[in-house]
């Protein structure tokens, strides 16, 4: 099944970042299988196509307007999401033994699973340029939940393709705790403290 | 990287190119009328760090080109991201940025503006206007729509400076109706109290897409919370309907300064945007 998807994806001549997104199994064993060592070349390409993404997404949602000043000022500046991300890879991938690649490239594979967000990010600007007027809130918002249960699931065939991880549902579980806890302290921060998250819990 | 993706890069390039050499608007040059500048201000921005997409450079910039001649930075609960940008824009030509922060409780949000220190969020509202007169800045009620309506007794409504007449969200009926209800009962508590229009910016509806015109002595960040405070101030909604002391309405209106605020997506924009967004696009899939 997971091969016949690949050969769909290949015949729509998509790229490996989608095989990977729709067949991910599949295709983290045949990537890895296919080159153990890293290169910094293709890492550093691969966070400069996220900062793309994210500095156009997040220039054209907020202003209307890209340009090379204000894209490369917000990538800047969010960078810091990239960070947290490689943070809470590093967190599983160092520590994995049993893989059969080296750590860079682990860290190439595992920044090669970004379709979701970069679908999240791009589509709402892109519906913004077309008809003149943004996507509710709510509903970008709400969007949002499909990258997030889709990257764990990428993360689970991550663990056991590559990290060759035997419990690679752990692994997903602390990979998605750090990096859901280092998001949730930023957005504490943003909305005014941990005091004011709580008194708005309850608590 | 195959043809397709040195096409879909260079879309992405064209588009960025593109949009840097769009042409951008002078700084708008404020008039004077009976003794007073007349400045357009924004006193409920947020920006990064924080739940604002834009850092404060990035906001300064938008800022002028949406025309305006002061903001408030008034992230939730902090004042550290509005006093470096003070610190970094202090006597360069643009925009006047104005310390603040958004006040956020359970039971009501304030805007307050002119501030040097942060203000203790935990408190009731009318002490906590107090701690923001005590610093010498002013206090704006922020969407004062029935959810935060619990938070507003009379004495605390008595104490504001102003409220904001004018928000983005007033396109949903509902709120206008709430803002209009809460006008009524502040005019009441407090004649002079300032109708203010605010954008609420943080990753859409531009900065001044909602504003307030006010009408100083200075044009300085003293300037624009001492006219709040003697409630010499207009807001005007996404429409361009103003709202407020009369007097300056009259003055605002005279002055042809009522223009729609609501910027359109320019074509040059729309395209350039569309090319770097749908390269990247093609960037990722194919």
């Known amino acids: 099944m997971n091969e016949a998807r690949v050969n769909l994806w290949r015949t729509m001549a998509m790229t490996a970042d989608v095989e990977l997104a729709f067949a991910p199994a599949v295709t983290f064993e045949r990537l890895a299988r296919a080159r153990a060592e890293g290169r910094v070349t293709a890492l550093a390409g691969r966070l400069l196509l996220a900062l793309a993404v994210l500095g156009t997404g997040v220039a054209v949602s907020a202003t209307g307007r890209v340009s090379v000043e ?17 943070a809470a890879a590093a967190l599983v ?3 994995a033994r049993a893989r059969t ?6 860290f190439e594979l595992w920044f090669q699973a970004h379709v979701p967000w970069s679908l999240w990010l791009l589509l709402p600007p892109l519906y913004f340029v077309a008809a003149g007027r943004h996507a509710p809130d709510g509903a970008v918002l709400a969007a949002a939940l499909v990258p997030v249960v889709w990257t764990a699931l990428l993360m689970r065939a991550f663990a056991r393709r590559v990290l060759r991880s035997p419990r690679a549902e752990i692994v997903t579980v602390v990979h998605q705790t750090v990096l859901w806890g280092l998001t ?7 909305m005014g403290g941990w005091d004011r998250v709580l008194a708005e819990v309850g608590l | 990287m195959t043809r397709g993706h040195w096409a879909a890069a260079g879309l992405v390039a064209a588009g960025l190119v593109a949009g840097s050499l769009s042409p951008r608007p002078p700084l708008r040059e404020p008039i004077r009328a009976g003794g007073f500048w007349i400045l357009a201000v924004d006193f409920h921005v947020h920006g990064f760090p924080g739940d604002g997409a834009l850092a404060p450079w990035l906001l300064r910039d938008e800022a002028a080109r949406a025309g305006l001649d002061a903001f408030a930075l008034t992230n ?8 470096a940008a003070r610190r970094l824009f202090a006597g360069t030509p643009g925009p006047i940025v104005i310390v603040g922060q958004e006040i956020t409780a359970r039971g009501f949000h304030i805007a307050a503006a002119g501030l040097e220190e942060r203000v203790d969020w935990t408190q009731g509202a009318a002490a906590a206007i107090r701690a923001v007169h005590a610093q010498g800045g002013v206090t704006i009620a922020a969407h004062p729509g029935r959810d935060y309506w619990q938070g507003w007794d009379d004495a605390s409504v008595a104490l504001l400076d102003g409220f904001e007449r004018a928000h983005p969200s007033m396109t949903q009926p509902e709120r206008a109706a709430d803002y209009a209800a809460f006008a009524a009962r502040a005019a009441a508590l407090h004649p002079n109290i300032a109708a203010i229009g605010s ?16 009408l100083a002595r ?10 709040v405070r003697e409630g010499r101030t207009a807001a005007m909604d996404m429409a361009g309907t103003l709202y407020g002391n009369a007097d300056v309405v009259r003055v605002i209106s005279e002055a042809h300064l009522a223009a729609p605020t609501r910027r359109p997506l320019a074509a040059w924009s729309r395209t350039s945007s569309a090319a770097a967004v749908a390269g990247l696009l093609l960037l990722v899939l194919l």
Request: one cysteine or more; glycine letters at 6%; a positive charge.
């Open chain 1, 70 to 86: 204000l894209v490369a000022g917000i990538a800047l500046s969010w960078s810091f999401a990239l960070l947290v991300q490689a």
């Open chain 1, 93 to 95: 991938i160092l520590p």
């Open chain 1, 101 to 106: 690649v080296t750590a860079l490239r682990a």
């Open chain 1, 184 to 190: 949730l302290c930023y957005f504490a921060f943003a």
């Open chain 2, 76 to 83: 939730h609960n902090r004042v550290s991201t509005a006093r």
């Open chain 2, 199 to 214: 954008s609420d910016f943080h990753t859409g509806a531009s900065p001044g897409v909602c504003r307030t015109w006010v």
């Open chain 2, 218 to 227: 200075e044009r300085s960040a003293a300037g624009v919370v001492a006219a």
